[in-house]
């Protein structure tokens, strides 16, 4: 399988599988309703539910998807959206490295509550998480309340690495969200890894220059004997 405007080779795996190079912790977050876990839920097993129940708590899922060679592991924390359950959220965001932020594209409350979600973020996330900003039942024509350039414009204020528009009940934008934000990650990580590999060396070759110095010393000055001085002077006279 090819990832859509890319020439990567990837592949699938199921969820349950135990195997992998890498893995990163995702949040899901966002309003009540919104169709997290149902965006979620069809991404990673491909199921859609009409009657899908609101969570409490918080739902787990994975994603396995291998690419550059390497199994990548996406543990995907799909929070509840309800303020009675806020504080419980916040311990979810330590150590994530990409957050989800999901709103109902027919639902002009959820855009709004927008500023609440990307505060709690900036408060209780790493500094380095990267978030990308899903507007989610876009298959709700008739319904919708916020247009795309709204989706837009709020995610260029609030620095969005990146913007979509989806459907889960119609599978749009669900599990191409999460090929994206693995392949980000991977490729984050490696860019680590190189600039890691490149310290190390050069903090080997100082240490083995650093160690040459330290067995080259400077050639001993021959001390002058004052006696020898003193005859010279007076040979000289």
């Known amino acids: ?30 309003d009540c309703s919104v169709g997290k876990s149902s965006f979620t839920n069809k991404a ?13 708590g918080f739902e787990f899922f ?9 199994i990548i592991k996406l543990q995907i924390w799909d929070t509840c ?14 150590n994530s490295s990409f957050a989800i932020v999901v709103y109902a594209v027919n639902s002009q409350q959820s855009f709004d509550d927008l500023e609440i979600w990307f505060r709690e973020l900036r408060t209780h996330a790493n500094p380095d998480i990267k978030t990308i900003l899903v507007g989610n039942k876009i298959d709700l024509k ?3 309340k916020v247009t795309t350039k709204q989706g837009e414009d709020f ?10 528009e989806a459907s889960a009940k119609e599978g749009i934008n669900t599990t191409s969200t999460f090929i994206y934000i693995a392949k980000m990650l991977y490729e984050e990580h490696s860019k680590f890894e190189e600039y890691t590999e490149q ?21 001993k000055m ?16």
Request: charged share 35%.
């Open 44 to 56: 990673t097993r491909n199921i859609f539910d009409d009657d899908y129940n609101a969570t409490i």
């Open 142 to 144: 008739d319904e919708r």
């Open 199 to 219: 310290d190390k060396e050069f903090t080997e070759k100082f240490k083995i220059n650093d160690s040459l110095s330290d067995s080259i010393q400077p050639p």
């Open 1 to 30: 399988m090819t990832d859509p405007g890319t020439e990567e080779q990837y592949e699938i795996l199921p969820d349950d599988y135990t195997q992998f190079d890498l893995s990163f912790k995702i949040i899901v977050v966002g």
């Open 222 to 237: 021959k001390k002058k004997n004052p006696e020898e001085k003193e005859r010279k002077q007076k040979k000289c006279c």
């Open 62 to 70: 994975t994603f396995n998807i291998k690419m550059y060679g390497k």
């Open 155 to 164: 995610s260029k204020l609030n620095n969005v690495h990146k913007f979509i």
């Open 81 to 94: 959206g309800q303020e009675l359950y806020r504080s419980l959220i916040t311990n979810f965001y330590r």
